[in-house]
């Protein structure tokens, strides 16, 4: 199991959580009892998911089986798509929570939404939830430095964590030298590249060359990054195979040829791209 990343707000994150983008609804409790079961502690939820009830039933009966609720951490996303006010804020999360019937551990806007220019407002009500003791911790997803720098100039409070893609062919260094300057963990959305950068043949070579598999080669490229990942699988064996990456490390080498497959190449949508 990977080491926790310290977090701004003196808490820690599981550098390695599994996402349930794209889980049908109906294989929801099956994925999260798989992950809970294979060692997870932190599961990627949000509104846009449409599954975070089917969640919320899974973490209810993982607690019956005797894990403790308060060793996961549980992530939910403001959506925003019909309203940006501060009282949508507070429904949508209030929703978020019903439908998962246990508190939200860390809450982040989903997307910036630039063209709406409301996203310093949406921060500004996170930040009352949080201090209303509402949710542990407030982050962000899929902000540009540019986002994150008016957040902070603005409000003055610095967002413990930013969700956005990233997989070898989309590394962020920029992205992830703004953060460690601020302190904000980076979590990586599609960490695999939504399977594409499996085939990669620089990936294939030193997974094949550290007797692992491409999956375990670009988890550990990411750990040793120094951020944290959410990669998706609703397969069991992959789900585990995915969190057994802790008896090999890749070398400078491995570093150095991963670094040059950057390609700028996204699986996703573009952060300002979404209105
Ligand atoms: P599946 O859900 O069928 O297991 P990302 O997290 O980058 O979006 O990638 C998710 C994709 O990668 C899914 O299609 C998932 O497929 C696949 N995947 C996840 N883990 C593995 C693995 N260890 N080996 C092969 N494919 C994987």
């Known amino acids: 199991m990977p080491a926790d990343l310290p977090m701004l707000d003196g808490r820690a994150l599981p550098a390695l959580g599994f996402g349930l983008y794209k889980v049908p609804a109906e294989q ?15 599961v990627d939820g949000a509104e846009f998911y449409g599954n975070e009830r089917e969640l919320g039933e899974a973490l209810r009966r993982a607690e019956q089986q005797g894990v403790a609720r308060d060793a996961l951490t549980v992530t939910s996303k403001f959506w925003g798509e019909s309203s940006q006010e501060p009282a949508a804020v507070r429904e949508a999360f209030a929703q978020s929570e019903r439908a998962l019937g246990t508190p939200i ?15 310093v407002d949406v921060w500004r009500t996170l930040v009352e939830l949080r201090d209303e ?34 997989h070898p062919w989309l590394p962020q260094h920029e992205l992830r030298a703004f953060h460690r300057h601020h302190g904000i963990v980076t ?33 550990r490229w990411h750990l040793q990054l120094g951020g ?40 996703g949508t573009h952060p300002d791209d979404r209105n």
Not at 211 to 216: D, E, R
Not at 253 to 266: C, K, N
Request: proline share 6%; charged share 25%.
């Open 228 to 267: 944290a990942l959410i990669p998706k699988s609703t397969h069991p064996h992959r789900l585990r195979e995915n969190l057994d990456v802790d008896r090999f490390r890749l070398g400078d080498d491995d570093m150095a040829a991963i670094a040059a497959l950057e390609t700028g190449e996204r699986t």
């Open 187 to 219: 979590q990586a959305w599609s960490p695999l590249g939504r399977s594409r950068v499996l085939h990669d043949p620089t990936i294939q070579r030193i997974a094949a060359a550290h007797g692992v598999s491409p999956a375990q080669a670009i988890i």
């Open 105 to 119: 551990d860390v809450y982040m806007i989903h997307w910036p939404r630039p063209a709406r220019d409301s996203y």
């Open 133 to 166: 003791g509402r949710v542990r911790t407030i982050g962000v997803s899929n902000f540009t430095h540019e986002h994150l720098r008016r957040l902070i100039e603005e409000t003055g409070v610095t967002p413990a964590i930013n969700q956005v893609e990233s």
């Open 28 to 42: 929801t409790a099956e994925v999260v009892a798989a992950g809970l079961d294979a060692g997870y502690r932190l």
